[in-house]
């Protein structure tokens, strides 16, 4: 979470584009508190991270 970039913007952009869809899938929004900008993400985050993505696509998809 970055202080010059609040989250209720990606809250918003979240709602409308969900609101803008056609059908009922579902949307993920990820919001890290602990994150910054530039490289060396540790590799803890680097996993939650695909295991997060992972876990939207099972479900997503029903298997």
């Known amino acids: 979470h970055d202080d010059r970039v609040v989250p209720a913007h990606s809250f918003k952009f ?3 584009a969900q609101a803008a869809q056609a059908g009922c899938n579902p949307m993920i929004i990820r919001i890290d508190t602990k994150a910054g900008h530039g ?3 540790p590799t803890a985050k680097q996993i939650e991270e695909v295991a997060d993505r992972w876990g939207f696509l099972t479900k997503a998809l029903k298997m």
């Open 14 to 16: 979240a709602a409308a």
């Open 39 to 41: 490289a060396g993400k």
